[in-house]
């Protein structure tokens, strides 16, 4: 039979986990670790990396012991579960690699395959984002919005490049549209983190394509329950497997859609 649990029962071991993962990483940041890469030879993992998730894991099994996992390092286990886990134990291993402190744990929680909790938590700067669908999003306890800026030729933007190019976009192209426009534009090598700080209102939009269902789901709830709208470059709503992301303030939204349309047209 499923079992059902309170989101506040379901926080409170989003909580445990997210911190106890945070302190673990920060404990281990510029130290001595081993550094592996997967498929390309700057798409690194650490032996933090694989140590968190499990760190994650087993905290989740001890009061969850039915529950699934969609993670980053050992992949999917109980996908038929009522409730799943999406787990980046470091989201940004290539700074957290090189001492950069631009990295973040980032865990969501799906109930019948919707997104319901979400945390992102960046030890090294001591932020905490979180979201409950529906009850707005939270840095380190403070409501957090969306910014409110309009402007589109002063947007403040944030993207990413994925280790494998997609066929269809050259996000090069897309980079060089906005960069040669003067937008003022940023790459911060953690896709979690760009999705809180745009919820926060520092940036104004964030997209990037290629990303995993872990890079996303925290960080899409956080940014909505911000205020912020998440789509494809099509237009279609955000899922946790769609392979473009463009993420932004209600009043820019349509507009960065139809430049990037624009720029990939180009
Ligand atoms: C990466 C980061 C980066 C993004 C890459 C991701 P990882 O995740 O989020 O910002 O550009 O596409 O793969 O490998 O550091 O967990
Ligand atoms: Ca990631
Ligand atoms: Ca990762």
């Keep these: 039979m499923m079992t059902t649990h309170s989101n506040s029962e379901l926080k409170s071991v989003l909580m445990q986990a997210v911190q106890s993962a945070g302190d673990f990483i920060l404990s281990k940041f510029k130290t001595t670790f081993k550094v592996d890469h997967k498929d390309g030879i700057n798409n690194l993992v650490t032996e933090v990396d694989t140590a968190s998730e499990l760190l994650i894991i087993n905290i989740i099994k001890k009061h969850f012991p039915d529950h699934g996992f969609i993670g980053e390092e050992y992949g999917d286990a109980n ?34 395959d919707e997104l ?74 953690s896709a979690a983190l760009d999705l809180c700080w745009v919820a926060a209102g520092r940036f104004d939009a964030f997209w990037e394509y290629n ?32 392979k473009q992301l463009l993420v932004s303030n209600s009043h820019l939204h349509q507009a960065l859609l139809n430049e990037i349309n624009v720029a990939i047209q180009s």
């Design 79 to 112: 996908m038929e579960a009522t409730y799943k886990w999406v787990i980046d134990p470091i989201d940004g291993t290539v700074n957290f690699a090189h001492g950069v402190p631009l990295c973040c744990v980032s865990i969501g929680v799906l109930y019948q």
């Design 116 to 189: 319901i909790l979400g945390a992102v938590y960046n030890p090294m700067m001591q932020e905490l984002f979180f979201a409950e669908k529906g009850k707005g999003a939270f840095l380190n306890d403070q409501a957090i919005v969306v910014s409110k800026h309009a402007v589109l030729e002063k947007a403040f933007l944030v993207t990413g490049f994925p280790y494998n190019f997609p066929e269809d976009v050259d996000p090069v192209k897309v980079f060089a549209y906005f960069a040669q426009r003067k937008y003022p534009l940023r790459r911060l090598g």
């Design 211 to 242: 990303l995993q269902p872990w890079d996303i789901a925290a960080g899409m709830l956080i940014a909505q329950e911000a205020g912020a709208i998440c789509t494809t470059f099509d237009g279609s709503p955000l899922e946790i497997y769609s």
